[in-house]
């Protein structure tokens, strides 16, 4: 397993929060981008006074230390020289690259930084010698350019100067910078990072600063080198796979209409073709006719050829299996929603023929920027099966068919190895961890077995015995089991180890009452459930009590887990939000591994005999009335391991209707009983074996004042209004259409009508559209206890909707719900909203749409797309809240954010208050996506969502990369769910706990 935040790290390098500052600035091309954390953490570190930079190119390298500097608070001067015309290394490029630069820089970093235009030599006389603290050199990469400016800069340096070399690691053309490295490294101290291109770090200065002194000290012990450069290399990763992107976006725009030339090129191809063939059927004469079809078909064969050239041009075959995936998901179907808007109504603009070679292309353009990979493209193509001869087209047909979205399990093998397996290393970790905990109570695994398969319960056991924290006792209650091979096995695994402890039933009471026979055997101050065949991850118990020393109020826990076959094989896993009681009512998502405080257990008084099938579900339902749901804590971990047996012995496989209606009965009474409001428990229609609760509307329907926002698109107001009014069967309603300077004469005439309707108002507002505006400006006259946000390009599908929001922001703790909305094609455009999603141009992701794209009954992961469920925010297009919450939270955000994100945000200062977000996949309506906004395309309107971006960033930046409802095994930057590697969160053993 590959250990990044390792204990050898914190006694060997000072390091901090600092590597995880997401970049401001990311851009193209991207080998720096894997060392932006190092530049973090070096300039922490080395608290320089001057830093220079020779070669700063589009500035990845410059202004993260840029960045440092300004973060830090720090009294630095940096300098960036470049002639900004590139060479034969970067290539040579336009002057538009300084002057973005340029501008950049005078925005953010002119108090410190000063870019030089000019030349390395020429520069250097305008530095005194013994004051360059940082000294990055990545100018041309010859072994004679880089000496010349290692020995023209180095007497510039300080006492305390670090010289950092770019590309040490790389021996393609004549790049030499390795080869003058070699010699460096062994005249002055240094440290060598491997990943990114490499990146040498010389120490020039004879006082070098205390960190910079450890890096390079722990450069002398191989396992602290190797953890080091696992740290760094780890981090840099993500943000170099997001400069990849950058790629695929610059050769778009480029392909589309290069692909519209091809086109018409193809069309006259086969005009010309046409008019051969009716050539060839005029003429009667046979030499003549094959002579003449002989000609044409050669002539067809040679403009075909041309045509295949020009596709190769700008295409190659394949992509690169993973990476063309992540590139596609975050260009074509970006989860940063409304910034990729532009790029989807582009595409929608061309025809479905146009549109599917489109397709193939941007699937195929991270090619034309990695074209050493093709002699293995074509190799690997030619091993799937295609013929030699194969067309462009062809072969773009298969790549297209072998890159869909991979399911989780198919890279769950890969992730388990990677980052889910410990070594020895991991072990010595958590043992120095344990020692070191304040709190370490005796954790009590209580065991129901009933006649187990001999195998089996030699593992549940073994895999006990083998826990790293050895504060537990194993409590295994018999339930009479007539196979005596299970007497046997327990007997002697307790003559073996003082901490299990036995009884037998008398008679068979099935597991319920099995397990409060195990549970009268605890001690504990805290018990974990476990099945008689499953198995427990070595460091299961550790990350409980390692979290509860950080938490010590919890009352319940659970971890993420997974499925394990019977040849031992791990997958399926269940990759968890933070505990949720909406999901909590659809499906039993704690279980495994559950461990619940020993008191409140006996409060509850244990289990409950007659659940049997579903008796870890009653168990939770009623510990979490008892508890709260506050103090409950998820464990973002796999810690436990389900078995499933083929042969479907198991009760709950063999009874599954029987458990199902089991536990249906225990939500049923938690809702007769509990604070979350009346309702009924029935069967998801599509999804029978979890519940829908059907919540009860107020005995006094509350008014809902419906705004609608618009300008002119009279025909989506029309539709939406006469959805409201004919199509909904809740009322009372009023509905206030925000007029926003609609200058059509249809859109006069229908707000004429409509204001007939003593239902229906139209407000005038005057000015620039500004969505938070006129919202507040509404609501601020609306009448309703319930105000529902409704975009004007909604149509309704089933009447009950609004009933469906009404119920649910009725509920006590609910502040916000929001419905399921679909594309007119019945595909899912939102399903709740995760934060953190896709990227932004300043390196964080923002907030996007969950289940987008999906088909309209696609369960989702473990059912989530069909269940109601708490979120971290849901879309403005449709969302309900009480006028009262909306009024405590200032509204919408008119002054930062107009237009975007908005809707987020509100979100988000309602779940500050302490309200949930509730979406429902009960309420469907169609989205038309903003058909009546103009385009996003417009400079004006660019840097105005650039502005609102970074208002975001700046003022929830710790929250969106951490949705509790996102797990961090979870890449943020994909529209699919898909494996993060690495996963987002340190495990405990890994943080260095010294700083």
Request: with cysteine; glycine share 6%; hydrophobic share 40%.
């Given at each position: 397993?590959?250990?990044?935040?390792?204990?050898?790290?914190?006694?060997?390098?000072?390091?901090?929060?600092?590597?995880?500052w997401?970049?401001?600035?990311?851009?193209?091309?991207?080998?720096?981008?894997?060392?932006?954390?190092?530049a973090?953490?070096?300039?922490?570190?080395?608290?320089?006074?001057?830093?220079?930079?020779?070669?700063?190119?589009?500035?990845n390298?410059y202004?993260?230390?840029?960045?440092?500097?300004?973060?830090?608070g720090?009294?630095?001067?940096?300098?960036?020289?470049?002639?900004?015309?590139?060479d034969?290394?970067?290539?040579?490029?336009?002057?538009?690259?300084?002057?973005?630069?340029?501008?950049?820089?005078?925005?953010?970093?002119?108090?410190?930084?000063?870019?030089?235009?000019?030349?390395?030599?020429?520069?250097?006389?305008?530095?005194?010698?013994?004051?360059?603290?940082?000294?990055?050199?990545?100018?041309?990469?010859?072994?004679?350019?880089?000496?010349?400016?290692?020995?023209?800069?180095?007497?510039a340096?300080?006492?305390?100067?670090?010289?950092?070399?770019?590309?040490?690691?790389?021996r393609?053309?004549?790049?030499?910078?390795?080869?003058?490295w070699?010699?460096?490294?062994?005249?002055?101290?240094?440290?060598?990072?491997?990943?990114?291109?490499?990146?040498?770090?010389?120490?020039?200065?004879?006082?070098?600063?205390?960190?910079?002194?450890r890096?390079?000290?722990?450069?002398?012990?191989?396992?602290?080198?190797?953890?080091?450069?696992?740290?760094?290399?780890?981090?840099?990763?993500?943000?170099?796979?997001?400069?990849?992107?950058?790629?695929?976006?610059?050769?778009?725009?480029?392909?589309?209409?290069?692909?519209?030339?091809?086109?018409?090129?193809?069309?006259?191809?086969?005009?010309?073709?046409?008019?051969?063939?009716?050539?060839?059927?005029?003429?009667?004469d046979?030499?003549?006719?094959?002579?003449?079809?002989?000609?044409i078909?050669?002539?067809?064969?040679?403009?075909?050829?041309?045509y295949?050239?020009?596709?190769?041009?700008?295409?190659?075959?394949?992509?690169?299996?993973?990476?063309?995936?992540?590139?596609?998901?975050?260009?074509?179907?970006?989860?940063?929603?409304?910034?990729?808007?532009?790029?989807?109504?582009?595409?929608?603009?061309?025809?479905?023929?146009?549109?599917?070679?489109?397709?193939?292309?941007?699937?195929?353009?991270?090619?034309?920027?990695?074209?050493?990979?093709?002699?293995?493209?074509l190799?690997?193509?030619?091993?799937?099966?295609?013929?030699?001869?194969?067309?462009?087209?062809?072969?773009?047909?298969?790549?297209?068919?072998?890159?869909?979205?991979?399911?989780?399990?198919d890279?769950?093998?890969?992730?388990?190895?990677?980052h889910d397996?410990?070594?020895?290393?991991?072990?010595?970790?958590?043992?120095?961890?344990?020692?070191?905990?304040?709190?370490?109570?005796?954790?009590?695994?209580?065991?129901?077995?009933?006649?187990?398969?001999?195998?089996?319960?030699?593992?549940?056991?073994?895999?006990?015995?083998?826990?790293?924290?050895?504060?537990?006792?194993?409590?295994?209650?018999d339930?009479?089991?007539?196979?005596?091979?299970?007497?046997?096995?327990?007997?002697?695994?307790?003559?073996e180890?003082?901490?299990?402890?036995?009884?037998?039933r008398?008679?068979?009471?099935?597991?319920?009452?099995?397990?409060?026979?195990?549970?009268?055997?605890?001690?504990g101050?805290?018990?974990?459930?476990?099945?008689?065949?499953?198995?427990?991850?070595?460091?299961?118990?550790?990350?409980?009590?390692?979290?509860?020393?950080?938490?010590?109020?919890?009352?319940?826990?659970?971890s993420?887990?997974?499925?394990i076959?019977?040849?031992?094989?791990?997958?399926?896993?269940?990759?968890?939000?933070d505990?949720?009681?909406?999901l909590?009512?659809?499906?039993?998502?704690?279980?495994?591994?559950?461990?619940?405080?020993?008191?409140?257990?006996?409060?509850?008084?244990?289990?409950?005999?007659?659940?049997e099938?579903?008796?870890?579900?009653?168990?939770?339902?009623?510990?979490?009335?008892?508890?709260?749901?506050?103090?409950?804590?998820?464990?973002?971990?796999?810690?436990?391991?389900?078995?499933?047996?083929?042969?479907?012995?198991?009760?709950?496989?063999?009874?599954?209707?029987?458990?199902?209606?089991?536990?249906?009965?225990?939500?049923?009474?938690?809702?007769?009983?509990?604070?979350?409001?009346?309702?009924?428990?029935?069967?998801v229609?599509?999804?029978?074996?979890?519940n829908?609760?059907?919540?009860?509307?107020?005995?006094?329907?509350?008014?809902?004042?419906?705004?609608?926002?618009?300008r002119?698109?009279?025909?989506?107001?029309?539709?939406?209004?006469?959805?409201?009014?004919?199509?909904?069967?809740?009322?009372?309603?009023?509905?206030?259409?925000?007029?926003?300077?609609?200058?059509?004469?249809?859109?006069?005439?229908?707000?004429?009508?409509l204001?007939?309707?003593?239902?229906?108002?139209?407000?005038?507002?005057?000015?620039?559209?500004?969505?938070?505006?006129?919202?507040?400006?509404?609501?601020?006259?609306?009448?309703?206890?319930?105000?529902?946000?409704?975009?004007?390009?909604?149509?309704?599908?089933?009447?009950?909707?609004?009933?469906?929001?009404?119920?649910?922001?009725?509920?006590?703790?609910?502040?916000?719900?929001?419905?399921?909305?679909?594309?007119?094609?019945?595909?899912?455009?939102?399903?709740g909203?995760?934060l953190?999603?896709?990227?932004?141009?300043?390196?964080?992701?923002?907030?996007?749409h969950?289940?987008?794209?999906?088909?309209?009954?696609?369960?989702?992961?473990?059912?989530?797309?069909?269940?109601?469920r708490?979120?971290?925010?849901?879309?403005?297009?449709?969302?309900?809240?009480?006028?009262?919450?909306?009024?405590?939270?200032?509204?919408?955000?008119?002054?930062?954010?107009?237009v975007?994100?908005?809707d987020?945000?509100?979100?988000?200062?309602?779940?500050?208050?302490?309200?949930?977000?509730?979406?429902?996949?009960?309420?469907?309506?169609?989205?038309?996506?903003?058909?009546?906004?103009?385009?996003?395309?417009?400079?004006?309107?660019?840097?105005?969502?650039?502005?609102?971006?970074?208002?975001?960033?700046?003022?929830?930046?710790?929250?969106?990369?951490?949705?509790?409802?996102?797990?961090?095994s979870?890449d943020?930057?994909?529209?699919?769910?898909?494996?993060?590697?690495?996963?987002?969160?340190?495990?405990?053993?890994?943080?260095?706990?010294?700083?």
């Amino acid at each position: 397993m590959a250990t990044c935040y390792s204990g050898v790290i914190s006694a060997k390098l000072p390091t901090g929060g600092e590597i995880d500052w997401e970049p401001e600035r990311l851009v193209f091309p991207g080998p720096w981008a894997g060392h932006i954390p190092f530049a973090f953490w070096l300039v922490k570190a080395a608290e320089p006074r001057l830093i220079v930079e020779l070669g700063t190119h589009t500035g990845n390298s410059y202004f993260a230390f840029c960045q440092a500097v300004d973060r830090l608070g720090l009294s630095t001067e940096t300098f960036a020289i470049d002639t900004w015309q590139g060479d034969e290394h970067s290539g040579h490029y336009s002057n538009d690259i300084y002057s973005e630069v340029f501008d950049y820089n005078k925005i953010r970093y002119s108090t410190f930084s000063r870019l030089l235009r000019t030349t390395f030599d020429d520069a250097r006389a305008q530095f005194e010698s013994r004051k360059i603290d940082i000294l990055h050199i990545d100018g041309m990469h010859t072994y004679k350019a880089v000496r010349h400016d290692f020995e023209t800069w180095r007497d510039a340096m300080s006492d305390r100067g670090i010289i950092i070399f770019h590309d040490t690691n790389v021996r393609e053309r004549d790049f030499g910078v390795w080869e003058l490295w070699i010699e460096l490294s062994r005249e002055h101290p240094s440290f060598e990072f491997l990943h990114s291109n490499g990146l040498g770090v010389l120490g020039v200065g004879h006082n070098l600063p205390y960190g910079i002194a450890r890096l390079i000290e722990a450069g002398t012990d191989p396992d602290a080198t190797e953890h080091i450069r696992c740290l760094f290399a780890g981090k840099g990763k993500s943000l170099t796979l997001r400069t990849d992107i950058l790629a695929l976006n610059q050769t778009l725009s480029t392909l589309k209409s290069e692909l519209n030339k091809i086109e018409a090129s193809h069309a006259r191809l086969l005009i010309e073709l046409e008019a051969g063939q009716a050539e060839l059927s005029r003429r009667s004469d046979r030499d003549s006719l094959f002579s003449d079809r002989a000609a044409i078909a050669a002539e067809l064969e040679d403009l075909r050829n041309q045509y295949q050239a020009a596709c190769a041009e700008r295409e190659t075959l394949r992509a690169d299996r993973d990476r063309l995936h992540l590139a596609y998901d975050r260009v074509v179907t970006s989860t940063s929603w409304k910034a990729s808007a532009p790029l989807r109504r582009a595409i929608q603009e061309i025809s479905p023929q146009r549109r599917k070679i489109l397709r193939r292309i941007a699937r195929a353009g991270w090619w034309t920027v990695t074209p050493w990979r093709m002699r293995n493209r074509l190799r690997a193509m030619r091993a799937a099966g295609l013929p030699q001869g194969a067309g462009l087209l062809e072969m773009l047909t298969h790549a297209e068919q072998d890159l869909q979205p991979r399911k989780i399990d198919d890279g769950y093998a890969e992730w388990v190895r990677l980052h889910d397996t410990l070594d020895d290393h991991d072990r010595n970790l958590i043992r120095q961890h344990i020692q070191a905990l304040t709190f370490c109570p005796t954790i009590s695994i209580v065991v129901p077995v009933y006649n187990t398969p001999e195998t089996a319960l030699t593992e549940m056991i073994a895999s006990v015995r083998n826990q790293l924290y050895p504060y537990w006792e194993l409590c295994i209650a018999d339930d009479a089991s007539p196979s005596p091979h299970v007497a046997r096995l327990l007997q002697k695994a307790a003559q073996e180890d003082d901490r299990i402890k036995l009884v037998r039933r008398e008679s068979n009471g099935h597991i319920a009452a099995a397990s409060n026979s195990a549970l009268k055997l605890a001690t504990g101050e805290f018990v974990a459930l476990l099945d008689h065949d499953d198995i427990l991850a070595e460091h299961a118990l550790y990350e409980i009590v390692a979290d509860l020393n950080v938490h010590p109020n919890t009352d319940i826990l659970y971890s993420d887990e997974d499925k394990i076959d019977e040849a031992g094989n791990r997958y399926d896993p269940y990759f968890k939000p933070d505990f949720n009681i909406e999901l909590l009512l659809g499906q039993n998502f704690v279980s495994h591994l559950g461990v619940y405080r020993r008191s409140l257990l006996e409060r509850i008084e244990g289990f409950v005999p007659g659940t049997e099938g579903s008796q870890d579900y009653d168990l939770v339902l009623r510990a979490v009335t008892a508890a709260g749901v506050e103090r409950v804590r998820h464990i973002p971990s796999v810690l436990y391991h389900w078995r499933q047996e083929k042969t479907g012995h198991s009760f709950s496989q063999k009874n599954i209707e029987h458990c199902v209606r089991i536990g249906r009965e225990s939500v049923q009474r938690l809702l007769d009983s509990a604070e979350f409001g009346k309702g009924t428990a029935v069967a998801v229609p599509s999804l029978w074996q979890f519940n829908r609760v059907v919540w009860q509307l107020p005995e006094h329907r509350p008014l809902v004042s419906v705004i609608i926002p618009t300008r002119d698109r009279s025909e989506l107001v029309r539709n939406c209004v006469e959805g409201l009014l004919r199509k909904t069967s809740y009322s009372p309603i009023e509905i206030i259409i925000v007029d926003n300077e609609s200058r059509e004469r249809e859109t006069q005439q229908l707000f004429e009508t409509l204001s007939l309707d003593n239902r229906i108002s139209v407000l005038q507002v005057a000015g620039s559209f500004n969505y938070s505006k006129l919202n507040n400006h509404a609501a601020s006259l609306a009448r309703g206890d319930i105000l529902l946000l409704l975009n004007n390009d909604i149509e309704m599908i089933e009447s009950d909707w609004l009933n469906e929001l009404v119920a649910q922001i009725s509920r006590p703790g609910v502040g916000v719900v929001g419905a399921k909305l679909l594309y007119g094609d019945s595909r899912i455009q939102h399903a709740g909203v995760r934060l953190g999603a896709g990227h932004s141009s300043f390196g964080l992701g923002i907030a996007g749409h969950t289940g987008q794209f999906h088909s309209r009954n696609d369960p989702g992961y473990f059912g989530q797309l069909l269940l109601a469920r708490e979120v971290s925010a849901v879309t403005g297009a449709c969302l309900a809240i009480r006028r009262d919450v909306y009024q405590s939270v200032g509204g919408l955000n008119e002054d930062d954010l107009a237009v975007a994100f908005n809707d987020v945000d509100l979100c988000l200062r309602v779940r500050e208050k302490g309200y949930r977000i509730v979406w429902t996949p009960f309420a469907e309506l169609f989205h038309l996506e903003s058909a009546s906004r103009g385009s996003d395309a417009t400079p004006e309107k660019a840097a105005r969502f650039e502005r609102e971006c970074l208002y975001m960033i700046e003022r929830w930046g710790e929250k969106l990369p951490a949705d509790p409802f996102f797990s961090p095994s979870f890449d943020l930057a994909s529209s699919e769910l898909q494996l993060a590697f690495p996963p987002r969160r340190a495990h405990p053993w890994d943080i260095p706990r010294s700083l």
